[in-house]
């Protein structure tokens, strides 16, 4: 069974960097597509970014392009999330998500990490 946990969430101040991991296990994963998503208070769950794990090919939200680089490390089955120029807006909890590639809906997903931007 698939299983993803993320790590390294926490407080950074507005202009601040962080790196979220997404470890994997219980799979093999070069035909997946893996996401990153967040969900702020009050809001609902939005697309950060994906990377497609056979060939690296990623895409980003408007609001993150620039700021944000999804990548993964095949040897370790882990996905990372570099985040750099934080705004409070950044503010949320940051999920890992894995579908196959033939699938339109993601069927796994971790516990999430949460992320906090001071002003």
């Known amino acids: 069974q698939v299983q993803l946990v993320e790590s390294g969430g926490g407080l950074v101040q507005a202009g601040g960097s962080l790196r979220l991991s997404c470890a994997a296990s219980?799979?093999?994963?070069?035909?997946?597509?893996w996401a990153w998503f967040r969900q702020a208070p009050g809001k609902e769950r939005e697309f950060v970014a994906t990377?497609?794990?056979?060939?690296?090919?990623?895409t980003y939200a408007d609001s993150v392009k620039g700021r944000f680089t999804i990548s993964r490390d095949n040897a370790e089955n882990t996905v990372y999330l570099q985040m750099s120029s934080l705004k409070p807006e950044d503010t949320a909890v940051y999920y890992c998500a894995a579908r196959p590639l033939m699938r339109n809906t993601y069927d796994y997903w971790g516990q999430g990490t949460q992320v906090t931007v001071s002003s």
């Open positions: 990377i497609r794990w056979i060939d690296s090919s990623t």
């Open positions: 219980g799979g093999t994963f070069r035909s997946y597509v």
